[in-house]
Protein backbone atom coordinates (compact mmCIF):
# COMPACT_ATOMS: atom_id res chain seq x y z
CA UNK A 1 0.00 0.00 0.00
CA UNK A 2 1.51 3.10 -1.14
CA UNK A 3 1.57 5.88 1.85
CA UNK A 4 -1.19 9.07 1.71
CA UNK A 5 -0.32 12.07 -0.90
CA UNK A 6 -0.83 15.05 0.85
CA UNK A 7 -0.55 18.00 -0.95
CA UNK A 8 -1.65 21.85 -1.09
CA UNK A 9 -1.13 21.47 2.40
CA UNK A 10 -4.20 23.92 4.60
CA UNK A 11 -4.09 24.35 7.65
CA UNK A 12 -6.82 22.87 9.41
CA UNK A 13 -10.29 25.47 9.62
CA UNK A 14 -11.63 26.41 13.03
CA UNK A 15 -14.91 27.97 14.01
CA UNK A 16 -14.84 31.27 13.34
CA UNK A 17 -12.73 31.18 10.07
CA UNK A 18 -13.51 33.80 7.82
CA UNK A 19 -16.34 32.88 5.70
CA UNK A 20 -17.78 30.35 8.57
CA UNK A 21 -21.11 32.00 10.25
CA UNK A 22 -20.60 32.53 13.66
CA UNK A 23 -21.16 28.99 16.07
CA UNK A 24 -20.52 27.12 12.74
CA UNK A 25 -17.47 24.90 12.00
CA UNK A 26 -15.66 24.65 8.49
CA UNK A 27 -14.63 21.14 9.10
CA UNK A 28 -14.91 18.93 6.34
CA UNK A 29 -17.64 16.57 6.27
CA UNK A 30 -17.29 13.35 4.09
CA UNK A 31 -20.22 12.92 1.55
CA UNK A 32 -19.85 10.11 -1.20
CA UNK A 33 -21.44 10.38 -4.90
CA UNK A 34 -24.03 7.70 -3.06
CA UNK A 35 -25.52 11.35 -1.96
CA UNK A 36 -24.27 13.45 -5.23
CA UNK A 37 -26.00 10.77 -7.49
CA UNK A 38 -28.72 9.58 -5.84
CA UNK A 39 -31.20 11.45 -8.09
CA UNK A 40 -32.08 11.42 -11.71
CA UNK A 41 -30.98 15.00 -13.21
CA UNK A 42 -32.86 15.30 -16.67
CA UNK A 43 -30.58 17.21 -19.01
CA UNK A 44 -33.13 18.93 -22.00
CA UNK A 45 -31.95 20.42 -25.16
CA UNK A 46 -33.66 24.03 -23.54
CA UNK A 47 -32.03 23.51 -20.13
CA UNK A 48 -28.30 22.09 -22.13
CA UNK A 49 -28.22 25.52 -23.74
CA UNK A 50 -29.93 28.56 -22.11
CA UNK A 51 -30.62 31.38 -24.57
CA UNK A 52 -30.30 34.86 -22.83
CA UNK A 53 -34.30 35.68 -22.41
CA UNK A 54 -35.11 32.31 -20.44
CA UNK A 55 -31.45 31.89 -18.62
CA UNK A 56 -33.42 32.91 -15.12
CA UNK A 57 -36.49 30.14 -16.19
CA UNK A 58 -33.78 27.30 -17.09
CA UNK A 59 -31.63 28.10 -13.80
CA UNK A 60 -34.22 27.84 -11.51
CA UNK A 61 -35.85 24.87 -13.52
CA UNK A 62 -32.57 22.99 -13.08
CA UNK A 63 -31.82 24.00 -9.22
CA UNK A 64 -35.56 22.47 -8.85
CA UNK A 65 -34.27 19.53 -10.19
CA UNK A 66 -31.39 18.85 -7.64
CA UNK A 67 -32.86 17.93 -4.13
CA UNK A 68 -32.60 20.44 -1.07
CA UNK A 69 -30.50 17.65 0.84
CA UNK A 70 -27.44 18.03 -1.53
CA UNK A 71 -28.54 21.90 -2.36
CA UNK A 72 -27.53 21.88 1.11
CA UNK A 73 -24.14 20.81 0.35
CA UNK A 74 -23.09 24.01 -1.33
CA UNK A 75 -20.45 26.25 -0.07
CA UNK A 76 -19.58 23.80 2.63
CA UNK A 77 -16.40 22.17 2.72
CA UNK A 78 -16.69 18.34 1.88
CA UNK A 79 -14.34 15.19 1.27
CA UNK A 80 -14.96 13.43 -1.59
CA UNK A 81 -13.75 10.08 -2.36
CA UNK A 82 -13.91 9.31 -6.20
CA UNK A 83 -11.15 8.66 -9.10
CA UNK A 84 -9.13 11.61 -11.00
CA UNK A 85 -9.21 12.36 -14.30
CA UNK A 86 -6.61 15.12 -15.24
CA UNK A 87 -7.84 17.94 -17.16
CA UNK A 88 -5.04 20.79 -16.83
CA UNK A 89 -1.60 20.18 -15.69
CA UNK A 90 1.05 22.54 -14.71
CA UNK A 91 5.21 22.08 -14.11
CA UNK A 92 3.64 18.11 -13.56
CA UNK A 93 1.33 19.21 -11.23
CA UNK A 94 -2.47 18.60 -11.94
CA UNK A 95 -4.38 21.89 -11.38
CA UNK A 96 -7.85 20.94 -12.77
CA UNK A 97 -9.25 17.82 -13.21
CA UNK A 98 -12.48 16.02 -12.21
CA UNK A 99 -13.50 13.83 -9.50
CA UNK A 100 -15.68 10.99 -10.73
CA UNK A 101 -17.57 8.36 -9.07
CA UNK A 102 -16.07 5.76 -10.67
CA UNK A 103 -12.84 4.77 -13.25
CA UNK A 104 -14.57 3.14 -15.89
CA UNK A 105 -16.82 6.60 -16.66
CA UNK A 106 -13.52 9.06 -18.18
CA UNK A 107 -12.33 6.60 -20.88
CA UNK A 108 -13.01 3.10 -22.32
CA UNK A 109 -16.93 2.97 -19.45
CA UNK A 110 -20.76 4.01 -19.53
CA UNK A 111 -21.11 7.98 -20.36
CA UNK A 112 -21.16 9.49 -16.95
CA UNK A 113 -23.90 11.35 -15.75
CA UNK A 114 -23.89 14.90 -14.74
CA UNK A 115 -24.01 14.92 -11.40
CA UNK A 116 -21.69 11.57 -11.09
CA UNK A 117 -18.63 14.30 -11.55
CA UNK A 118 -17.31 17.15 -9.41
CA UNK A 119 -15.41 19.84 -11.37
CA UNK A 120 -12.51 20.33 -9.59
CA UNK A 121 -9.82 23.69 -9.31
CA UNK A 122 -7.11 23.32 -7.21
CA UNK A 123 -6.48 26.10 -5.24
CA UNK A 124 -2.82 27.03 -4.25
CA UNK A 125 -1.22 25.21 -6.34
CA UNK A 126 -1.57 21.47 -7.91
CA UNK A 127 -1.45 17.98 -6.90
CA UNK A 128 0.41 14.66 -7.96
CA UNK A 129 -1.59 12.91 -10.41
CA UNK A 130 -2.91 9.77 -9.53
CA UNK A 131 -4.68 7.64 -11.81
CA UNK A 132 -6.89 4.01 -11.86
CA UNK A 133 -7.23 4.58 -7.77
CA UNK A 134 -9.17 6.22 -5.32
CA UNK A 135 -8.69 9.27 -3.65
CA UNK A 136 -9.85 11.51 -1.44
CA UNK A 137 -10.16 15.12 -2.36
CA UNK A 138 -11.05 18.25 0.62
CA UNK A 139 -12.59 21.49 -0.54
CA UNK A 140 -15.50 23.57 -0.63
CA UNK A 141 -18.28 22.28 -3.18
CA UNK A 142 -20.43 24.78 -5.13
CA UNK A 143 -23.86 23.51 -6.08
CA UNK A 144 -25.58 24.63 -9.28
CA UNK A 145 -25.74 25.23 -12.92
CA UNK A 146 -22.01 25.89 -14.11
CA UNK A 147 -21.74 27.03 -17.94
CA UNK A 148 -19.89 27.43 -20.41
CA UNK A 149 -20.60 30.10 -23.40
CA UNK A 150 -24.39 29.47 -22.33
CA UNK A 151 -23.91 25.75 -22.37
CA UNK A 152 -24.37 23.46 -19.01
CA UNK A 153 -21.02 22.11 -18.01
CA UNK A 154 -21.88 20.59 -14.91
CA UNK A 155 -23.67 21.06 -11.44
CA UNK A 156 -21.35 20.75 -9.49
CA UNK A 157 -17.42 22.33 -8.76
CA UNK A 158 -15.22 22.35 -5.90
CA UNK A 159 -12.52 24.47 -4.83
CA UNK A 160 -9.49 21.65 -4.31
CA UNK A 161 -7.37 22.61 -1.22
CA UNK A 162 -5.63 18.95 -0.72
CA UNK A 163 -5.34 15.63 -1.71
CA UNK A 164 -4.84 12.15 -0.09
CA UNK A 165 -4.71 9.12 -2.26
CA UNK A 166 -5.05 6.59 -3.06
CA UNK A 167 -7.44 5.64 -0.99
CA UNK A 168 -8.83 2.29 0.68
CA UNK A 169 -11.40 0.80 -1.22
Known sequence: MAAPVATAQTPPATPGTP???QGQSDVAQAIGFDKLSAFNFEVSDEILQAGTTNAANVAARTAQQIPQTVRDYDKKR???KGFMLPLKVEGGKVTEMLIMRDQSMCCYGSVPKINEWVSV???GGGVKPIMDQAVTLYGRLHVGEMRENGYLVGI???????LEGPAEN
Open 19 to 21: GTP
Open 78 to 80: IAL
Open 121 to 123: RMV
Open 156 to 162: YNMDGER
